[in-house]
C-alpha cells in the first residue's frame, strides 16, 4: 500500500490521498486555507477510541512528518463558493458570503479570496452583494499577501503586522490563518503524541517564528500544531502568544464526500477567552479547473472567471 500526501496552502487547505484510489480532501485555508484534510479516513472510522497514544517519533520521523505536510497539494486548481459565519458568544451571529481561487506556482500555495456582504433586497428584488474584502495570498517558505478595500483599486502589499488584523472587523479569521506560514517555520520543537476526541492519535508540535515573521511583532511565541498520526495532515494549530496565552484555535470540523473525494466542508477558529467563534463552511466546489495564472498577480488587471453552476457541485 502507498500513501501520497499532496498539500495546498491556508493559504485556505486541500490535499490528496492515494489508498489504491485517489481520495481527494479539501480545505481551506492557508484557508492559504492549507493542508488541514486528509484526516478524511481517520475521520470517517473515527467510531472507535484508540486504546493507546500513538508512538514517539525519532528524529527522522519528525522531520518526514514536517515535510509531508509541507508537500501535500491537489492536482489542478479549484475554486470553492463559502460562507463565513462569525458567532460572538454574547450577539447575534453574522454571515458573509464569498469566493475562493486556487493553484500552485514552484510548490508554492497561491489563493485569491473575495468576501462578500450576504447581501441586502433592492428596489428589484434581486439580492444585491458587495465584495468588502479581497486579497492574494501566496505561501511557502517566502509568503506574501496583498489586499484591497475595492475592486477598482490597486492591490497594496501587506506588511507589518497586518496580516495579523481581521479580514473585516469583528471577525476572528486573519490574512495569517488562511496564509498559515507557521507551516513552514523551520525552528520547532517535537512535544510528543497526543489523542484529541474519537478521531484518532495526533503528533504535537511547537512551531516558533523566525524573527522577521509578522507574528513575532504581534507577540506570537509559537503555533502549537497538531498533525494526524496516520497521515500528518492538519488537526488543529493553537496560536501560543508570549506569556502562554492562547490567541486562537483553528480546528477542522466536518467532510462531505463528492465524486469519491473527500471534502472539507468546515474548519472553525475559536477565541478561548471571548468564547467568540468564526466558521468557514465550503458550499460548493469546482475542482479539476483551469485557472489564468495572472489571476494571482496583484500587477494584474485581468478579469476573475465567473464559472457556470453546472461547474461546481454542492455539499
Not at 492559504?32 to 479516513?41: E, I, N, R, T
Not at 527522522?60 to 479549484?78: N, P, V
Not at 473585516?168 to 507551516?183: K, S
Not at 517535537?190 to 484529541?196: E, F, N
Amino acid at each position: 500500500m502507498r500513501l501520497v500526501l499532496r498539500y495546498p496552502s491556508l493559504c485556505l487547505f486541500l490535499l490528496s490521498l492515494e489508498l489504491g484510489t485517489r481520495i481527494l480532501v479539501t480545505a481551506l485555508v492557508s484557508l492559504s486555507l492549507s493542508c488541514l484534510p486528509a484526516v478524511a479516513q481517520s475521520y470517517r472510522a473515527s467510531n472507535f477510541k484508540p486504546s493507546k497514544l500513538p508512538n514517539h517519533l525519532d528524529v527522522y520521523e519528525q522531520k518526514a512528518y514536517l515535510q509531508s505536510l509541507r508537500t501535500q497539494r491537489i492536482d489542478g486548481d479549484y475554486c470553492l463558493k463559502f460562507q463565513l459565519i462569525h458567532k460572538p458568544r454574547r450577539a447575534n451571529s453574522q454571515y458573509y458570503d464569498g469566493t475562493l481561487y486556487g493553484s500552485f506556482s514552484d510548490k508554492s500555495p497561491m489563493i485569491r479570496f473575495l468576501l462578500e456582504t450576504t447581501g441586502q433586497i433592492d428596489s428589484a428584488s434581486e439580492a444585491s452583494k458587495e465584495v468588502i474584502a479581497e486579497m492574494i495570498i501566496h505561501g511557502g517558505f517566502r509568503p506574501s499577501s496583498w489586499s484591497r478595500e475595492k475592486q477598482s483599486s490597486s492591490f497594496l502589499l501587506m506588511q507589518g503586522t497586518e496580516t495579523l488584523n481581521p479580514i473585516v472587523p469583528n471577525i476572528l479569521f486573519r490574512t495569517f490563518d488562511l496564509q498559515m506560514p507557521y507551516v513552514y517555520w523551520e525552528n520547532y520543537l517535537y512535544v510528543g503524541p497526543d489523542r484529541i476526541g474519537r478521531a484518532g492519535g495526533v503528533q504535537i508540535f511547537n512551531m516558533y517564528p523566525p524573527t522577521e515573521s509578522p507574528a513575532v511583532l504581534a507577540g506570537v511565541e509559537s503555533v502549537r500544531i497538531a498533525l494526524d498520526n496516520s497521515y500528518s495532515a492538519l488537526r488543529r494549530a493553537s496560536i501560543i502568544m508570549i506569556g502562554e496565552t492562547v490567541d486562537s484555535i483553528l480546528e477542522t470540523r466536518s467532510f462531505s464526500k463528492v465524486q469519491n473525494q473527500w471534502i472539507l466542508r468546515e474548519v472553525a477558529l475559536s477565541n478561548p477567552t471571548t468564547k467568540d467563534c468564526t466558521s468557514f463552511k465550503v458550499c460548493s466546489v469546482a475542482l479539476g479547473i483551469t485557472l489564468d495564472s495572472s489571476i494571482f498577480n496583484p500587477a494584474s488587471t485581468i478579469q476573475l472567471p465567473n464559472f457556470e453552476s453546472n461547474y461546481f457541485e454542492d455539499l
